[in-house]
Structure formats: C-alpha cells, structure tokens
C-alpha cells in the first residue's frame, strides 16, 4: 500500500466499524465519522441475525467473533409464522449448539464494534454535508458546524441516504410500498404475558395475505420489539399523527379489524410512541463506474428489503474485504478495483432475492405455511458457505 493514505469512513455503523476495526489490526490508520453523539445517543433499533457465512466472517477476520458470541442469543434463532387467525403455520427451533446466525441487539453489536478500535478513532458528533473531489482520488469532507478533513479515500458507510453516494451514481432509494411502524414492550412476561408467548424466544412472522403483518422479536432485557407492516401509500402514513395515540389506536384497529384478539395487544399496548419505518431499497443490482478515492459500503451500496437478514451482514462482509483489499494491494485504487469486483455482483444478487421476498411476503392471497421460508435450510446453507468461503 503507497505511504499512509489518509483514510476516512464515513458512518460508524456495523459496517464501517468492522472496516475500520480490520484495517488497524493490519496497522492502517483510519479515522470513522459519525453524525452520532455517541454509540448509544439514539434508539438503535431491533435485534441482528448474524450469519456463518458473512456477518460471523467478518468478526473474525476483526478477532472479535468470541467476544460476539459471548453477547449472543442463539434460542433467538427460533421461528413461527401464523396466520391473522393466530393458527401456526410451522415453527423452528434451533438445535442446541446452532449458531449458523445467532441474535444480537443492534445496540450490543454496535457497542462492541466500538470499544474495539482505537481510541479516538471516532469522531462522533460529524454530519457530511457534501464530499467535495480535489483531484487524483483525493476528496474534502465538509461537515455540519464549519468543520472539514481531507481524505485520499473516502468510504461511505452512512446508510440508505448517504452523503457518499453521490459521487458515484444519481440513484437515490424509492418507497417499496410497504412500510413498518416500529413498536417495542418491556419486561414483557410480565407486563405483556400474551406478547411474549406468542413471540416466544425469537421471531413471530403473522400476516393477513392482505398486504398487512405483525412482525415480532425478541430482544435482550426482556424486552420485545414488533414491526406492524403494511401495504399503503407513503401518503396515507404520512397523514396520520403518530403522536396521537388514539389516532393510531383508531387506525391500527381498523386495518386489523380482521384479526384475532390475541394480537390486538401488538396494536394498542407498546410501551413507546410509533415510529414510521417506510422500507426504501434502491435499484438492484445497482453498479457504478470506477472512482478513484471514493468507494460504498453496506446500505449505502446496497439498500435492500430487511427480508432475508442480509444488510447488516453484507455490511460487515464489506468492510472487512474492502479492508483486506487495502492492506494487499499497492495503492487505493487497485483496492477499490478488488473489492469493488466481489462486492458489486454479490450484493446485487442478494439485493433482488430481498427485494422479491418482500413482495412474496406481502402479497395478496391465501397464508399457507409453504410461504416461509426453511429455517433448518437456511442454516445449512450459512454453514456450507461459511466453509466454502474460508477454503477459497
């Protein structure tokens, strides 16, 4: 690699930690912005499958997979999906010892990614506005509140609407026409017994075949997140007030009038406000001409439907590669080229599988138990990849 390029990753996500964390074990300095105070300034959302054959790669290759597994929830692994009658459809538990793709709070994985790069490695507290080309791959960054860095690599890791991107193609993410409200219980087995037995150790996937579903996980702590998805117009979401509870509660009554009165708690009882999360993905597969200096990571590459578990694990995959790639190849740009080649038709295939497993999901029709997928498949298929992986 040409004499200490200045590295800046841009996002201090999954993704652009677990980069930054490989690139120092192979002694290369790096510097992560992030418009975050702090690891934990924000909700960081639900609970993370973490797969043999990319997320669990890339905590090796980062040295932390034991620390992972220390903070992982293999019972989540567990599956049931039921129709808006409350009938189970199939169900999976995981074999004692399956860890093909272990649970973990957002939050804990984010936290341990963290406290595992060097100190002062993060520069929290830094928005991108815009990343400006100085000419021969080298960029300047410009940040909310007058401050700047320049970089001869910039790697955007900031998300499904990163500041990055631009400089590398027009495409931007458009609404798939569903979208979650993002709710979460606490201490449920005792306040939300009916919660927490339905949801039991792991996922609840309910639907209507009516464009609408319940989505629930457990989480650490006791506590439980849900997704109440639905098939609508970004505009009739957007029209509803969702500060107003009894608004909601009217709302989300009517949409589920249909359905059993054991999920009526899903709708009316979360224990904070409503969140909307309309699920945007950008087109798949999605390519760009080579840039020197600049180069994508995780959602800002790839932006996909969160059906089939891959975003986060396609990001952590990516950092580490893209770090590999810098730490072997001569100078950025071949790493760029290297990384770039693997990257692009992987995370395209995974992107149009996510983004039509979506629409499977919320399509019209009856609910059948062949509509899920094989969780005892799945697994097998993360442990045979995860070992074809590691003798390539």
Same mark, same amino acid.
């Given at each position: 690699?040409?004499?200490s390029?200045?590295?800046?990753i841009v996002?201090?996500?999954p ?8 690139l120092?074990?192979?002694?290369i300095d790096v ?7 702090s ?7 639900g609970t993370?499958?973490?797969h043999?054959d990319?997320?669990q790669?890339?905590?090796e ?10 903070l ?7 599956? *049931?999906?039921?129709?808006q009658?409350?009938?189970?459809l ?7 010892g ?5 649970e973990?709070d957002r939050?804990q994985l984010?936290?341990m ?9 993060i520069?929290?507290?830094?928005k991108?506005l815009?990343a400006?080309p100085?000419?021969?791959?080298a960029?300047r960054l410009?940040?909310?509140g ?9 790697i955007g890791?900031d ?8 400089l590398?193609?027009? +495409?931007v ?5 569903v979208?979650f409200?993002?709710v979460?219980?606490?201490d449920?087995?005792?306040?939300h ?9 792991g996922?609840?996937f ?8 319940v989505?629930?996980q457990?989480?650490s ?6 997704f109440?998805?639905l098939r +609508?117009e +970004?505009?009739?979401?957007n029209d509803?007030?969702?500060?107003d509870?009894?608004a909601?509660h ?9 359905w ?5 708690p899903f709708?009316t ?6 969140v909307?999360?309309?699920i945007h ?6 390519t760009w ?10 959602d800002?590459a790839h932006?996909? *439907?969160?059906f089939?578990?891959?975003g986060a694990n396609l990001?952590?995959l990516?950092?580490a ?7 072997k190849?001569p100078?950025i740009?071949e +790493?760029?080229t290297?990384?770039?080649?693997t990257m692009?038709?992987? *995370? ?7 983004n039509?497993?979506?629409?499977r999901?919320f399509?019209t029709g009856a ?10 498949a ?11 992986y590691?003798? *390539?």
């Amino acid at each position: 690699m040409e004499t200490s390029p200045r590295i800046a990753i841009v996002g201090a996500g999954p993704g652009g930690l677990t980069c930054a964390r490989v690139l120092q074990t192979h002694g290369i300095d790096v510097t992560v912005y992030d418009a975050d105070a702090s690891a934990l300034a924000r909700d960081p959302g639900g609970t993370l499958d973490l797969h043999a054959d990319s997320g669990q790669i890339a905590l090796e290759d980062a040295g932390l997979l034991a620390e992972f597994m220390a903070l992982a929830r293999p019972e989540g692994q567990a599956k *049931s999906m039921l129709d808006q009658h409350g009938t189970v459809l199939n169900a999976y538990v995981p074999d004692a010892g399956d860890v093909a793709a272990p649970e973990v709070d957002r939050g804990q994985l984010r936290a341990m990614l963290a406290a595992n790069v060097e100190p002062g490695t993060i520069r929290w507290g830094h928005k991108l506005l815009h990343a400006v080309p100085l000419g021969d791959g080298a960029h300047r960054l410009e940040f909310d509140g007058a401050a700047s860095a320049e970089a001869d690599l910039v790697i955007g890791a900031d998300g499904a609407w990163s500041r990055v991107r631009p400089l590398l193609c027009d +495409a931007v993410p458009a609404y798939s026409g569903v979208c979650f409200l993002d709710v979460y219980y606490d201490d449920v087995e005792h306040r939300h017994p009916a919660i927490a037995e339905l949801v039991g150790d792991g996922h609840m996937f309910a639907k209507d075949g009516q464009g609408r579903a319940v989505i629930g996980q457990r989480n650490s702590n006791g506590r439980v997140r849900a997704f109440l998805a639905l098939r +609508a117009e +970004a505009r009739v979401l957007n029209d509803l007030d969702l500060g107003d509870r009894d608004a909601v509660h009217t709302f989300l009554l009517q949409e589920y009038a249909g359905w059993e009165p054991r999920f009526r708690p899903f709708l009316t009882d979360c224990d904070g406000g409503y969140v909307s999360r309309p699920i945007h993905i950008l087109p798949a597969p999605l390519t760009w001409d080579h840039t020197p200096g600049v180069t994508l990571l995780g959602d800002a590459a790839h932006l996909m *439907s969160p059906f089939g578990g891959f975003g986060a694990n396609l990001a952590m995959l990516d950092g580490a590669e893209l770090a590999h790639a810098i730490a072997k190849e001569p100078t950025i740009d071949e +790493a760029i080229t290297r990384y770039e080649a693997t990257m692009l038709p992987r *995370s395209g295939e995974h992107a149009v599988g996510a983004n039509d497993a979506l629409e499977r999901f919320f399509a019209t029709g009856a609910v059948t138990a062949a509509q899920a997928p094989d969780p005892q498949a799945e697994h097998e298929r993360y442990l045979a990849n995860a070992a074809a992986y590691r003798s *390539s």
